[in-house]
């Protein structure tokens, strides 16, 4: 399924085999990458991860003029009740309104599709700028989560943010 898009920038839709490369380089950018748990440490872990499929998931990937810039869907998925929104977009495509116009459009998606009340969002406290993406597509802030996350030894705040209907 490709979700339309009012703005002609960008495609979202499901990954094929071709958008490995684009997808595994994009991601090495270091401002991208600070935000991952981890990431693959060459093309072939990356293969094994982008060939991973789960069943309480479902992803897009960004796509202009042919390539993977970008990635978003949700996971743990609790049909007629709950999912956590994630994403991201190549350094390159920051700042120009993608993101927030692809959550938008995949949060209204996912609401229908698995008849969903709470859609959430966790966001490093760090990364401003995915922060007013969520609150530009009409998510709310709900807290801070302390000491969420730990990575390479340091522990990491996570701002909350939902949107319900």
């Known amino acids: 399924m490709i979700l339309k898009s009012q703005n002609p920038k960008f495609i979202l839709r499901p990954k094929k085999k071709s958008d490995l490369q684009s997808w595994y380089k994009n991601q090495l950018d270091e401002d991208t990458a600070r935000n991952f748990m981890s ?39 609790v049909k007629g009740h709950k999912a956590i929104i994630s994403y991201w977009i190549a350094n390159k495509c ?19 599709k698995y008849n969903l009340k709470r859609i959430s969002g966790n966001v490093r406290t760090f990364n401003k700028a995915s922060a007013r993406v969520l609150e530009k597509a009409g998510y709310k802030l709900e807290g801070i989560l302390k000491k969420n996350k730990l990575k390479n030894g340091k522990f990491m705040d996570d701002i909350v943010y939902a949107k319900v209907k």
């Open 94 to 112: 920051r700042g120009k309104g993608i993101t927030t116009k692809a959550v938008k459009i995949v949060t209204e998606y996912f609401f229908k």
């Open 39 to 77: 990431m693959p440490k060459n093309l072939e872990e990356a293969k094994k991860e982008f060939s991973e499929k789960s069943k309480n998931s479902e992803s897009f990937i960004i796509n202009i003029d042919g390539e993977c810039v970008g990635s978003i869907g949700i996971h743990d998925i």
